[in-house]
């Protein structure tokens, strides 16, 4: 187990700079998820901290190690695919021993030691099975058994999930966490689905095109986004925008009506040019005319313990979560009511989220 500490890394392929001046403290035993969409850097980052890619500049210490110019092997990780690379000939048994086979341990501690991995992730009875006579989810548990044989001091996990259907990905998912739970490895995720990002995460680190946008727990990346990014990024369904100006106590839209803000945000920001993140299941639905603003509805989607209800406000589509599940007619327009304290505010030019300044006198309003 280890700690891992990344400082001002960089990774440039040729010319292109992909990954620009990364800061990141991991704690040992820690469970870090690194999100982001396809092509932003995620998996160059973890190929750097397990040494499979050089690091272009910086530096990489795990447990106190400078580790730039250690081998993959010394540095302790253990990493899980997506693609396992499992070896078809072999049993699992085999499969889960190899590691050790090859350095050398003999035979009836090694079969000890099998015996009680597998039996960690729910493989007692599969053990003489082929990688082939396995389900994809079993395929998967042999790769973390293969891992965890090793006794890492690190988990690095490359998606190791998106090839599983929609059912397994979750029941994955929880495997892994308990096994986390278990034997708290530090470990280091890297998604691409936030969802998955979310429910697996100690904290979030959320990347944009080689940069880290925000860190946090989830809670804090859902309740409090840095960015317009982060906030369309994380949350489903997804964060509604709308466009406006800052005026005394609230916004005024760009499209008509008028969003409140909390006293201190408002008055910190007057005047400014904002974008407002406003998330579908904050938003309550109420007659016409006695909400922030009037939209018109369009479909709606049920969802079981709630229903999701499309909007149509002037150019721009809406959406409403409800559990309440009123009633509403296609083609008319319904009010939508929006608390001042749910309320995402950004700068319109950067993105970047406005917060009410230092000292206020209404700090229990501020955002
Ligand atoms: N071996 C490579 N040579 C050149 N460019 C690469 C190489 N590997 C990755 N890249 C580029 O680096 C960027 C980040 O890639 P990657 O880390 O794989 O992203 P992610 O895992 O988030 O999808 C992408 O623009 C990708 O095209
Ligand atoms: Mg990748």
């Known amino acids: 187990m280890a700690n891992i500490s990344i400082s001002d890394v960089r990774k440039s392929y040729g010319k292109d700079e992909v990954v620009h001046g990364v800061n990141l403290e991991i704690a040992n035993g820690e469970f870090i998820v690194i999100l982001g969409p396809s092509g932003c850097g995620k998996s160059t980052l973890l190929r750097m901290i397990a040494g499979l890619e ?34 078809p000939h072999m049993t699992v048994a085999e499969n889960i021993g190899y590691a050790l086979k090859v350095s050398g341990m003999a035979k009836a501690e090694r079969l000890e030691k099998v015996r009680v991995v597998a039996a960690s992730v729910g493989l007692s009875e599969f053990l003489d099975r082929r990688p082939g006579q396995l389900s994809g989810g079993q395929r998967q548990r042999v790769a973390m058994a293969r891992a965890i044989i090793r006794e890492p001091r690190v988990f690095l996990f490359d998606e190791p999930l998106s090839n599983l259907d929609a059912k397994l990905r979750v029941q994955m998912r929880h495997e892994i966490r308990r096994i986390h739970n278990r034997i708290k490895a530090t470990s280091v995720f890297v998604t691409h689905d936030q969802q998955e990002g979310m429910t697996l995460a100690d904290r979030l680190v959320v990347m944009n095109k080689g940069n880290i946008e925000q860190v946090g727990t989830p809670e804090e990346i859902y309740h409090s986004p840095a960015s317009v990014y982060v906030g369309g990024f994380i949350g489903s369904p997804a964060m509604n925008f709308l466009s406006g100006q800052i005026v005394a106590g609230g916004v005024m839209l760009a499209n008509g009506g008028k969003i409140p803000l909390p006293q201190a945000l408002a008055v910190a920001h007057n005047g400014s040019l904002a974008q407002i993140g406003l998330r579908p299941e904050e938003l309550t639905l109420v007659p016409a005319g006695k909400g922030a603003f009037d939209a018109t509805f369009e479909f709606s989607e049920e969802l079981g313990p709630s229903r999701l209800y499309h909007f149509q406000f002037e150019d721009l589509t809406l959406s409403v979560l409800s559990a309440d599940k009123p009633p509403v007619e296609q083609g008319k327009p319904m009010g939508i009511r929006v608390e001042a304290g749910s309320v995402h505010l950004f700068a319109a030019d950067t993105g970047k989220r406005l917060r009410a300044r230092e000292a206020v006198a209404q700090p229990e309003l501020v955002v």
């Open 54 to 87: 050089s690091i272009s500049a910086g530096q990489i210490a795990i447990a106190g190690t400078v580790v730039n110019d250690l081998e993959p092997r010394e540095r302790g990780c253990a990493m899980v695919f997506q693609n396992y690379a499992l070896y």
